[in-house]
């Protein structure tokens, strides 16, 4: 359990009611001082100031209601609980309690009256609260509510919000007369400098923890309010330094210098089936020209699906085979990873350089010859999944790592691989994505990469034309179309989202489908690919589609990254409603690797909710991916972009990313005047919001 720092007056145990259990309990969310219980904001308000009429409910409104009690019983229906029947002359409302003591069922007394807050819901005999806060009073209260709004603060377990209450009461006259203020009117941008001279920072805290009860609610509940947008830009700005601290702090670090090796890559290139486009040489020469120096590379790829990423990362190791050193690509999946793997030792075994694999299931005798290798240096490359970063794997010197599909992996997971090197040494590293991250996250939560864009396709690729169907209606249509394409001598992917029929799902199952589109599509080889399947079978069917022995092949989500068959087609996503933006795009990525047009069906099952139709209308419209991420950003959140940057290494206490994008924009340049104008103030300005995060600064 962590240890709650001990900071002499501002110590959190010098506050009445936290000993050191409590104080154990709230360092599980960062707040180990006086200071920083002043900056762990609520999240949202109740408003315990006025008594609402029970004639005046609403459905779903939490409320404080005053009424005289009529009758109070016992009730044996699917649960046992207490109903109390109150009424105030304008209306009646039934308070229920399925927890209750012989004394709090005593205590509702007829003619007694009753205080409570809780939220009204409508139910068969009228309004009905469920334990709500109460207590009773012999005669009609007057008075004893509260001056200003009640805070609800983010908690842990065995921290109530009766003792956040008693805590930040405490913590604003203990210590927000000596709160300190990092931000100078400069450099805040001028959409905010009005703010800044209206609302002081002490000022600003005090109306969040205790706003009054005639503030603007909505603007509260949107964080609008003056006070919101000083201390959101506060918080983004002090991560955007975090992250400007990890590049400084990486750039202390030593890495092996990975020269161009010219005549090499020039071997490389001549042998490929392809040209580079302008696109790839562009981002292979950042990528080499980072290399070429002693402070490890830390950058991120981004390209649309079929763009050429892996050819641009086999590019990138050749430098590291050049000087002798090792380098690793890992995937998150074992599909993904063996993708890499086979078209590596395609490119590589023509120049005499042998290519390593290492996943979970790799056979033993196979897998002892290959660490064997590693830990002597023989073998310079190895491709794989988090196999690669067991315990029992070591390098001779690894100094390059590829992480494909890096959102899916965790800061603990990176920092494995770096700890495989030798003493002193860090290696560079290349992170790609197929999610292409938008300019406003790349620019301010990404500080601390190197961001380099594939924006431009290979030659002779035609955008996928996208279709949206009702599967209700169009279905039957659909698999006639599958059948003539596949007699034309084309390759068709049928998506499902599940392997099996689910009772709480809708979703049509891979396997039922399989069996299904089998017997429709008689003498047509139809093949089934998804993630329980083993190794070997997964493979094999893969393997049999690649070759063209499979005409159709139904899978789950497993093909969305790393399967590629130029002759594929078509595709059809079954339940398209059901999945995001983003992996709907990247499995329509699929399709389309050929010269061939392509197309690719959603089919959806109605209705269908106005977020799915916004989603489907976006894919119907658009093949780019860098406008389908801005557009997944708005609707959906940060979620997948930004991986653990969003939970665990990158959590928020008032900014959110996606409401607060307009403020992004001006997080560079304030940084720049704030290192320019105040730099002193960077430090603390970090140590308020974002705490110490030595893991996060070593990734």
Same mark, same amino acid.
């Given at each position: ?54 004639? %005046? ?33 304008? *209306? ?18 007829? *003619? ?140 202390n670090d030593q890495a092996p210098k990975l020269a161009k090796p010219t005549d090499l890559i020039a071997q490389f290139e001549a042998q490929l089936p392809f040209q580079l486009t302008g696109a790839q040489q562009r981002v292979s020469e950042e990528l080499s020209v980072d ?5 490890? +590379? ?31 690509? +890992? ?10 793997? %086979? ?20 056979? %033993? ?21 988090? %196999? ?25 997971? !990176?920092?494995?691989?770096?700890? &495989? ?10 992170? +790609? ?9 790349? +620019? ?148 389309? !690797? ?18 799915? &139709? ?63 104008v105040c730099p002193q103030n960077i430090e603390p300005l970090i140590q308020r919001w974002v705490g110490s995060r030595e893991a996060y600064v070593n990734a």
């Amino acid at each position: 359990m962590p240890k709650a720092k001990q900071i002499g007056g501002n110590a959190l145990t010098n506050l009445a009611g936290v000993g050191p259990a409590v104080a154990a309990k709230l360092a599980r969310l960062h707040v180990h001082t006086i200071s920083d219980v002043l900056f762990h904001l609520p999240h949202r308000y109740e408003d315990r100031t006025a008594v609402t009429e029970l004639g %005046a409910l609403l459905d779903g409104h939490s409320v404080v209601v005053v009424g005289e009690i009529e009758v109070a019983q016992v009730v044996f229906g699917r649960r046992r609980s207490l109903l109390v029947k109150i009424s105030d002359g304008t *209306g009646f409302l039934t308070l229920r309690l399925f927890h209750f003591s012989r004394a709090q069922e005593k205590s509702f007394r007829r *003619g007694h009256w009753v205080r409570c807050f809780g939220a009204a819901r409508r139910g068969i005999k009228g309004y009905e609260m469920v334990h709500p806060e109460y207590r009773v009073f012999p005669e009609r209260p007057v008075g004893g509510l509260d001056k200003t709004l009640t805070p609800i603060y983010p908690t842990t377990e065995g921290v109530s919000q009766l003792l956040w209450r008693k805590i930040t009461d405490q913590a604003l006259k203990q210590g927000l007369p000596n709160v300190s203020e990092f931000l100078q009117i400069e450099v805040l941008p001028e959409k905010l400098r009005k703010s800044l001279q209206e609302v002081e920072l002490s000022d600003a805290l005090l109306s969040l923890h205790r706003p009054n009860s005639g503030i603007d609610l909505a603007a509260m509940a949107e964080a609008r309010s003056a006070a919101h947008q000083r201390l959101i830009f506060e918080e983004l700005l002090a991560h955007h330094f975090s992250l400007r601290k990890a590049r400084e702090l990486r750039n202390n670090d030593q890495a092996p210098k990975l020269a161009k090796p010219t005549d090499l890559i020039a071997q490389f290139e001549a042998q490929l089936p392809f040209q580079l486009t302008g696109a790839q040489q562009r981002v292979s020469e950042e990528l080499s020209v980072d290399l070429d120096k002693n402070i490890p +590379m830390m950058r991120l790829v981004q390209g649309d699906v079929g763009s050429g990423k892996t050819v641009v990362a086999a590019n990138a190791m050749l430098h590291a085979v050049e000087a002798k050193v090792q380098s690793v690509l +890992m995937a998150p999946t074992e599909l993904l990873a063996e993708q890499h793997y %086979a078209t590596l030792t395609a490119w590589f075994t023509t120049l005499g350089i042998e290519v390593g694999w290492l996943a979970s299931k790799t056979p %033993a005798a196979e897998k002892r010859a290959t660490l064997e290798k590693l830990a002597s240096g023989e073998l310079l490359i190895a491709v794989g999944t988090h %196999a690669l970063i067991q315990e029992s794997v070591s390098y001779r010197q690894l100094g390059f790592v590829v992480i494909d599909e890096q959102h899916r992996f965790g800061v603990d997971q !990176r920092l494995a691989l770096r700890d &495989k090197t030798p003493a002193g040494v860090v290696p560079h590293q290349m992170v +790609m994505t197929a999610t292409p991250i938008p300019r406003t996250l790349a +620019m301010s939560f990404y500080a601390d990469l190197d961001v380099s864009n594939i924006d431009e396709l290979p030659p002779g690729r035609t955008p996928v034309e996208t279709v949206v169907m009702a599967a209700d209606s169009k279905r039957q249509a659909v698999i006639e179309r599958v059948r003539e394409a596949c007699k034309q001598g084309k390759q068709v992917y049928w998506v499902c989202p599940l392997i099996d029929e689910s009772e709480a799902l809708t979703a049509q199952a891979a396997t039922d489908t399989e069996r299904e589109l089998s017997e429709q599509l008689f003498g047509l080889n139809v093949g089934l690919v998804h993630g329980r399947l083993k190794p070997k079978e997964k493979e094999a069917a893969m393997s049999d589609f690649r070759k063209g022995q499979t005409h159709l092949l139904v899978a789950t989500t497993v093909i969305e990254v790393g399967v590629d068959v130029p002759n594929a087609s078509l595709m059809v996503i079954e339940n398209a409603e059901r999945m995001g933006l983003a992996q709907l795009h990247q499995l329509r990525g699929r399709v389309g !690797r050929g010269s061939e047009q392509s197309y690719c069906i959603l089919l959806y099952q109605t209705p269908l909710g106005e977020h799915a &139709k916004q989603r489907l209308k976006i894919l119907r419209e658009t093949n780019d991916g860098f406008v389908i991420a801005e557009q997944d950003l708005a609707m959906r959140g940060a979620g997948e972009l930004l991986g653990t940057r969003q939970t665990g290494s990158l959590s928020f206490k008032i900014a959110d990313i996606i409401r607060d994008q307009a403020l992004l924009p001006d997080l560079a340049a304030s940084a720049t005047t704030m290192s320019r104008v105040c730099p002193q103030n960077i430090e603390p300005l970090i140590q308020r919001w974002v705490g110490s995060r030595e893991a996060y600064v070593n990734a």
